[in-house]
C-alpha cells in the first residue's frame, strides 16, 4: 500500500485509491496522479497486482462468523472502508471489463454480501462512502461492462459513485496527454473535496 499525507485547513477527508492496473507508469496511474494533486486529506493507494490480496475461495466462513478468514491484507482494506470517505476504482479495460486482479479484489467483499442478504444481519453497518471510477483503454473495447462492474463493487462498498472519467484511445493518445480525461479527473477531485465540506 501506498500512502500520501497532506492535510488542508478547511477539509479533513480520507480517501482509498483501488488501482487495478500493472503498470506502475501507465495511463490509469496518470489519471490516478492527476487526481491525487487535487483530493484533499489523506490518500492511499491499494494496488491490486502487486498487493497481497488473494481471491474468495468460497470457504463459507463467513456464512458462520464474522468477516473473512484469510489473513492477507485485505483485512487491512476491510478496516479502511469503515474510515475512508471516498474510494475511487481505477483500472484499464480489459476484454472490456475490469482487469481481473480487481475483480479477484472485488471478490474478497463477498463477506460483506453474506453479512447483509445472506445472514441477514441488523448489527452489520459499512460507512457510506462517496466514489468515483477511472478507466482507461486503447479503444478496441466496449467499457459498459466494465462500468456496470465497478458500479456492483461501489454497491457492496457502500459507496455512492458520483461519476466516471474516461480515456478510451490510449493506443493514439496517452492518458497524460488526454486533456479532457485530466480536466475531469480534477473535476471529480474537487467534487470530492466539496462534498466533504458540505457535511
Known sequence: MIKINFIE?????????????PRKNGDTMALINEMRKYLKGEVEVIDAYYANISP????????NNDGCTINDEMQGVYKLLNEVDNVILASPIYFSQLTGKVLSFASRLQCFF????????INFQLKKKMGALIITGGGDGNPELGIRGANIIFKQMNTESIGTVQSLHTNNIA???DKQALKNVREL???????????
Open 9 to 21: 485547513d478547511e477539509v479533513y477527508m480520507k480517501t482509498l485509491i483501488i488501482n487495478g492496473s
Open 56 to 63: 474468495c475461495i468460497d470457504c463459507r466462513y463467513c456464512w
Open 114 to 121: 453474506v453479512a447483509r442478504c445472506i445472514k441477514k444481519d
Open 175 to 177: 492518458a497524460k496527454e
Open 189 to 199: 477531485a474537487l467534487r470530492l473535496n466539496e462534498l466533504k465540506t458540505k457535511e
